[in-house]
Nanobody, 115 residues
Framework: QVQLVESGGGLVQAGGSLRLSCAAS????????MRWYRQAPGKQRDLVAV???????NYPDSVKGRFTISRDNAKDTVYLQMSMLKPEDTAVYYC?????????WGQGTQVTVSS
């Protein structure tokens, strides 16, 4: 059973940066595809970044060029570096681990961007 714990959220001004961390335990996280999602109040949960076990990354246009996902397999940790933050980036950010038919979620961390 994989357990995920996100951290690093907070309040930041527009144009600022934050780095989120997702610490994993209970599994060999290097074998998992890792994703970051976000969910704003009243909206659906949206994918913001993905990194495969092989290190390939992908982003939606809304964050491309501003967000960077990375992983440190030795530390079983995935990161989301966010820069040039906008008020519309305000949301709860969730970490997700997936391998074959199993998927795991963290509890989320709040990111608030003030204008």
């Amino acid at each position: 059973q994989v357990q995920l714990v996100e951290s690093g959220g907070g309040l930041v001004q527009a144009g600022g940066s934050l780095r989120l961390s997702c610490a994993a335990s209970g599994g060999i996280i290097s074998a998992y595809t890792m994703r970051w999602y976000r969910q704003a109040p009243g909206k659906q949960r949206d994918l913001v970044a993905v990194i495969t076990s092989g290190g390939s990354t992908n982003y939606p246009d809304s964050v491309k060029g501003r967000f960077t996902i990375s992983r440190d397999n030795a530390k079983d940790t995935v990161y989301l570096q966010m820069s040039m933050l906008k008020p519309e980036d305000t949301a709860v950010y969730y970490c997700n681990a997936q391998r074959f038919g199993s998927a795991y979620w963290g509890q989320g961390t709040q990111v608030t961007v003030s204008s």
